[in-house]
């Protein structure tokens, strides 16, 4: 396809699919061909020009979702007068990447006296009107009234301020808002919880390999691609129909897919569309459930060892219970507990099973172990200090590894093993305990503890 043979600034631009084809034929990419848009990226484009307020795109990594928003920033910037667009990310550099790339969309279309770079100010302006990169703080955010903002990679914000404040800044102007992502790996992140009220809308439609939903008012749309958690992420027929740019082919797959460097979890997420439990999982979801055991879990009159984990609006009581070849088995309650609560279940447990130790970090749990020493508990303080933490994290590794721990399938500690998060410092290879994997922590210091202390042994009488 060669330049359009219409001068670029003779041409009047409306905010419409059409209209942006046109400008597209003017744009430049890397390899000096003009800019294609292709079907997948025709239909997120007609939701925007429809006047969809809030738009979320998740889509694997390498489908071009850059490129096609910088684009649209430049477009807007040609048809919206004194535009205020503006381009927000968890951080500035990773705002900086679109906006350099619609830097680049310019300069190599010989652009540059149509939009006014000013690198220094990381502003584009064109037509009265600019676009321009904001730091992650919303603060910095406040008062921003955008006519188009943009937010890249919602899943590594660490809190939804940023899109609150450019989502309560639309209305003034007629705003909206677009956001693009790969699939995160904390669902309780901004993009997780925000997929999540998508997901739970009544018009929520599958569609092949695309999930989406749109609000009844039609002010919210959502598209994502993505295969679901038990398709098998290394079937590439598969992988290719989640991955909708053409140029995502199998053999380009194929070649990420076998890199050395290319890890399942990594994979399952920027190729596969698919949300994983932490950013660089300890564990892979299989691994965990092929060490679950139908027979011979932790059963009534078992001696056992418990950590509990409390906050203010929570419990999570570990139980771990080692067997006589050297492997352990491991379980937990959980539930929406105050201390109190708490205390009153590990009591309960009491009757269920022979409790050798209740253990916890003196900080969280103080009072409660003192109530149960009180009681006829056997206590231990086990402080969460990065140091103890290191020694149990290395214990469950070992464990895991080896096959040597077993669990009977509960629910609430898969959750919080399969989101632990890991830290390799000066003091040692750790956990890192997150409200969303402290019961991983928990169940690392009771398995420890149960396989830390030497079993009973009978008493020897002398005849």
């Not at 390899?31 to 990226?41: C, N, T």
């Not at 995502?248 to 076998?258: F, I, M, S």
Request: glycine residues 8%; aromatic residues 8%.
């Amino acid at each position: 396809m060669s330049r359009p043979a219409t001068p670029f600034s003779a041409r009047k631009w409306s905010w419409n699919l059409r209209s942006f084809r046109v400008m597209c034929g003017y744009l430049r990419t890397e390899d000096g061909k003009p800019l294609k848009i292709h079907r997948f990226q025709a239909l997120i484009l007609a939701a925007v020009f429809a006047g969809v307020v809030e738009l979320v795109v998740i889509l694997p990594k390498k489908n071009g979702k850059t490129t096609l928003l910088a684009a649209l920033a430049l477009f807007h910037l040609l048809c919206v007068a004194d535009a205020e667009a503006v381009i927000g990310a968890s951080s500035r550099d990773q705002a900086t990447i679109l906006f350099n790339q619609a830097v680049g969309l310019v300069r190599r279309s010989g652009l540059d006296w149509t939009f006014k770079i000013k690198t220094g100010y990381r502003e584009i302006r064109c037509n009265g009107g600019r676009l321009r990169v904001l730091a992650a703080d919303a603060a910095t955010a406040d008062g921003v009234i955008p006519t188009l903002a943009l937010v890249d990679e919602l899943h590594r914000h660490a809190s939804g301020e940023l899109y609150a404040v450019f989502r309560d800044g639309l209305g003034p102007r007629d705003g909206q808002m677009v956001t693009i992502s790969t699939a995160g790996y904390d669902e309780s992140s901004p993009l997780g919880e925000l997929r999540a009220n998508a997901h739970a809308l009544p018009s929520f439609r599958r569609t092949g390999m695309m999930n989406h939903a749109a609000s009844p008012d039609g002010s919210f749309e959502m598209f994502e691609w993505c295969l679901l958690e038990d398709d098998d992420i290394n079937d590439l027929s598969l992988v290719e129909r989640a991955n909708p740019a053409p140029w995502q082919n199998r053999k380009a797959l194929r070649r990420r897919h076998d890199s050395p460097s290319m890890k399942p979890a990594i994979w399952a997420r920027f190729a596969c569309g698919i949300w994983t439990f932490g950013e660089t999982p300890w564990l892979e979801p299989a691994e965990w459930d092929a060490l679950r055991t139908d027979i011979g879990g932790v059963e009534a009159g078992d001696e056992v060892w418990i950590h509990a984990s409390v906050t203010v609006t929570d419990g999570f009581v570990a139980i771990a219970s080692p067997r006589p070849e050297g492997q352990v088995v491991v379980t937990a309650v959980a539930g929406e507990w105050s201390q109190a609560d708490t205390e009153r279940v590990i009591l309960e447990l009491a009757e269920v099973y022979d409790i050798q130790e209740v253990s916890g970090d003196r900080a969280e749990f103080g009072r409660s172990l003192t109530l149960l020493e009180d009681a006829g508990m056997p206590i231990e303080i086990s402080p969460h200090s990065a140091e103890r933490i290191s020694v149990v994290s290395s214990t469950m590794y070992r464990m895991v590894r080896a096959g040597e721990l077993h669990h009977d399938g509960s629910v609430p500690l898969r959750e919080h093993v399969l989101r632990g998060v890991t830290k390799d410092t000066e003091r040692g290879w750790r956990f890192v305990k997150t409200p969303r994997s402290r019961g991983l922590i928990a169940a690392a210091f009771a398995v420890h503890r149960a396989t830390e202390t030497p079993p009973e042994m009978p008493e020897v009488v002398a005849i």
